[in-house]
């Protein structure tokens, strides 16, 4: 079964300085896509970033950047520079190219809290 | 920027009694989601639908639940009978190509 574990319930980050949130899945499938989605408290579902598995560049979007490591399974994501408004869930997802519909398989979220 | 519109952002409900939710995709858009999340829990999957027809369930998605499409520009959920265990945030989302999900700011759904 396709499963996506991210260990760290809760994070907490100083204002400015940088946080890595982990993620790791497990697949049989060599072609993927993988995600990050914001959730403030609004409940809104805002995508963060995405990686293609074929690609060996980690992705980046402003502040935020990913490690993916596909051999061992693994898509982290980095917050450079944390901002107060960057505090919310964070899940990682996961979508195999197979299933044809593309649905996402999340994970069960980081809570990040950013400190003044 | 475009966006998914989803309505009510909340409705309370009877146990028992029929829901229908909804959502406008964004208009270009051709795969249409429904998502799940129970309070505290993670995000599930519940159906993905195109072509006007539905392309995959899950198990959650049982015969209490439907989808459609009934005007071209609407896409609803309908869960029949209404349990307990219902109770939850409710996302539609769409997409254009595999780039990734827009989502609606989701509905919630309390069943009392």
């Known amino acids: 079964a396709q499963t996506v574990t991210q260990s760290q319930p809760e994070m907490s980050v100083q204002e400015a300085e940088t946080v890595t949130l982990s993620c790791t899945y497990d697949t049989s499938e060599s072609d993927y896509y993988l995600f990050w989605y914001k959730q403030p408290p609004s409940r809104q579902m805002i995508l963060v970033i995405r990686q293609e598995a074929y690609k060996q560049q980690n992705a980046t979007e402003n502040r935020f950047s990913v490690n993916f490591q596909k051999a061992a399974k693994s898509f982290s994501l980095k917050i450079s520079d944390s901002q107060l408004g960057d505090a919310a869930m964070y899940f990682c997802a996961y979508s195999p190219y197979t299933s044809g519909t593309y649905k996402y398989i999340f994970g069960t979220g980081t809570r990040l809290k950013v400190l003044a | 920027e475009p966006e998914v519109t989803q309505t009510p952002s909340h409705q309370v409900t009877q146990m028992g009694q029929e829901v229908i939710l909804r959502c406008v995709p964004i208009s270009n858009h051709l795969y249409f989601y429904w998502y799940r999340q129970i309070l505290g829990q993670k995000v599930e999957f519940l159906v993905s639908f195109y072509n006007n027809e539905i392309s995959e369930k899950s198990e959650i998605f049982d015969d209490q639940f439907s989808v459609e499409r009934p005007d071209g520009s609407n896409f609803t959920l309908k869960i029949r009978s209404t349990k307990l265990e219902d109770s939850a945030m409710y996302f539609c989302?769409?997409?254009?190509?595999?780039?990734?999900?827009?989502f609606g700011s989701g509905t919630r759904l309390t069943v009392v």
């Open positions: 989302a769409s997409r254009e190509d595999s780039y990734g999900y827009t």
